[in-house]
């Protein structure tokens, strides 16, 4: 069985290097690392309540710990991730990925609101950019222009050996700028089928 990331990239999946391969693989994965997260001020009320709704991060931070936990079951990947602050206060951010048309990819963050994005290999550098959002209503997906909500997305990956990539997300309104940055470098590695178990979103 593939990935909804291998899905989504068809025979493009082949021209990823090793690290990125195991960070998207089928099976059970974890990336350990740390993230830079950053955002203006003013954003901080606005990202809690996205944070209610299972999006994003409320709080910046420098070389943050960060751990990502993934597996797929069935059609979806389920992401965890667990960023722990130096106070020691954990935030978590989960998702679940699927495919859809037009080999894009729909990151839900609850049960309703999802991102749709188009991901594409350039060299050996995986990059993603923001189709739309979406709201899904039972069979029906409900499309959310990007500038009615946070903005576009982009996203940028690279190898930087055979186990590291480095990672770049950024949201970026055409009136407001800037919303929301984070960036940082990971270890991928597979994991036995047993761990993490992932929380449903």
Same mark, same amino acid.
């Given at each position: ?75 979806? +990947? ?79 990956? +690279? ?43």
């Amino acid at each position: 069985m593939n990935s909804p990331m291998q899905i989504a990239l068809g025979n493009d999946w082949n021209k990823l290097p090793p690290a990125l391969r195991t960070h998207y693989r089928h099976g059970t994965t974890r990336d350990t690392g740390h993230l830079d997260i950053a955002f203006p001020g003013w954003m901080r009320p606005w990202l809690r309540l996205l944070h209610r709704c299972g999006a994003l991060v409320p709080r910046a931070g420098q070389g943050v710990a960060t751990v990502v936990d993934k597996r797929v079951s069935g059609t979806r +990947q389920y992401w965890q991730r667990q960023i722990r602050f130096p106070d020691g206060e954990t935030l978590h951010f989960d998702s679940i990925w699927e495919t859809a048309e037009n080999n894009t990819l729909i990151e839900y963050v609850n049960p309703v609101l999802g991102l749709q994005m188009q991901p594409y290999v350039v060299a050996d550098r995986l990059h993603y950019r923001g189709v739309r959002f979406v709201a899904r209503l039972g069979r029906w997906r409900l499309p959310i222009p990007e500038w009615l909500a946070l903005g576009h997305t982009t996203i940028v990956e +690279q190898a930087l050996d055979e186990t590291r990539f480095a990672m770049d997300f950024r949201l970026k309104h055409p009136l407001f700028g800037e919303l929301f940055r984070y960036s940082g470098e990971f270890e991928a590695q597979s994991l036995p089928a047993e761990t993490p178990k992932s929380h449903p979103v």
